[in-house]
């Protein structure tokens, strides 16, 4: 008996025609904030940390959040209307792109704002891992930083690492984690991806993910602040009177 063994590095037959695809399991968007806008919610911000009347969001939300607060945004505001906007025609786009990435058929929407928050964290604070819940059965969630503290954003050579809870060493301080399935590692030897994604708090990003979607945010250390803002949108069907309006 003859026995034949190949090594990955070898293409034996190179007249085999095959295709390779990947099996989605979400959508994220990616969006860079104008430094106006940035500083429009930080100064919109600075002023209701200094209001008597804020209003706590720590009894709705999961974060542990010792150090700093957590405060209920009113997003009907004048001075609100334009990140709005901006996160509302994001919410559009995400459905669209779904739409057309899964050749889906979905019954035509409208997307409204549900909740706003901001998440002010100091040295230690963090959020374990939670999803959102929305008025409507499709949600949209999103995030995204005003401010973030030096050693998150320069975490010096471990800049270079690929992410991974076993290759870390301390260089995802701070950052949110995104599982989207039962793998939070890769596992090479038995051909499993990682069903998880870490990403770095960058000031002016926002991320736009659907609100099933489990995340958590690990804590920092040093000084600074570690400031977002995140929410929800409402997806509710149009009604046909509605639909009849969009059409003329």
Request: glycine share 6%; proline share 5%; net charge negative.
């Amino acid at each position: 008996m003859v026995r034949v063994t190949h090594t990955f590095f070898e293409i034996i037959l190179t007249d085999i025609h095959y295709n390779v695809f990947s099996l989605p399991a979400a959508l994220m968007v990616e969006h860079d904030m104008s430094d106006k806008m940035v500083s429009d919610l930080n100064d919109h911000l600075d002023k209701l940390r200094e209001d008597k009347n804020k209003k706590s969001a720590g009894d709705k939300l999961i974060g542990q959040i010792h150090q700093g607060e957590q405060l209920s945004i009113d997003f009907t505001k004048p001075e609100i209307l334009e990140f709005r906007q901006v996160v509302e025609n994001l919410g559009v786009s995400y459905i669209r792109h779904f739409v057309e990435f899964t050749k889906s058929q979905i019954f035509p929407k409208k997307i409204e704002m549900d909740q706003l928050w901001s998440v002010h964290s100091y040295e230690g604070d963090y959020n374990p891992i939670h999803d959102h819940l929305t008025k409507s059965p499709m949600g949209i969630s999103f995030t995204c930083w005003t401010k973030v503290p030096d050693q998150i954003t320069k975490p010096g050579e471990e800049e270079k690492l690929h992410y991974d809870l076993y290759n870390s060493s301390g260089a995802i301080d701070g950052f949110i984690n995104f599982t989207y399935g039962l793998n939070q590692t890769a596992d090479p030897e038995r051909l499993r991806p990682s069903q998880s994604r870490y990403v770095k708090p960058e000031v002016g990003k926002l991320l736009m993910f659907p609100s099933w979607m489990q995340h958590c945010v690990y804590p920092f250390f040093g000084e600074g602040e570690r400031r977002t803002v995140a929410g929800n949108l409402n997806c509710f069907n149009l009604t046909p009177e509605e639909i009849q309006g969009a059409q003329q």
